[in-house]
Nanobody
Framework: QVQLVESGGGLVQPGGSLRLSCQAS????????MRWVRQAPGKGLEWVSG????????SYADSVKGRFTVSRDNSKNQLYLQMNSLKPEDTAVYYC???????????RGQGTQVTVSS
């Protein structure tokens, strides 16, 4: 079955950086676009970024554009999210989802917590 395992979260000061990873298994990773979504405390899911089947097609929410970069390594079935210039409002649990687009629908793993605080 589809399994998505996120890692790389942590506590970082405003302006800092983190790199999230998502290990995918149970499906043909190279055949699917992928997405990152997040859920801040007390709020609903928010789409963050998407990537096509290769690294040529990427998209970002306005709130992260210019600060976050999504990428993938199809040889390792891994998805990444490089997050720079982090802000307190980026604090959330981050999830990777199978499939492209800009929706938040889909099965989620356990997520990885990102906390931006001084």
């Amino acid at each position: 079955q589809v399994q998505l395992v996120e890692s790389g979260g942590g506590l970082v000061q405003p302006g800092g950086s983190l790199r999230l990873s998502c290990q995918a298994s149970g499906f043909a990773f190279t055949n699917y676009g992928m997405r990152w979504v997040r859920q801040a405390p007390g709020k609903g899911l928010e789409w963050v970024s998407g990537i096509g089947q290769n690294n040529l097609s990427t998209s970002y929410a306005d709130s992260v554009k210019g600060r976050f970069t999504v990428s993938r390594d199809n040889s390792k079935n891994q998805l990444y999210l490089q997050m720079n210039s982090l802000k307190p409002e980026d604090t959330a649990v981050y999830y990777c989802l199978k499939g492209g687009g800009d929706t938040v629908a889909g099965s989620r793993g356990q997520g990885t917590q990102v906390t931006v605080s001084s």
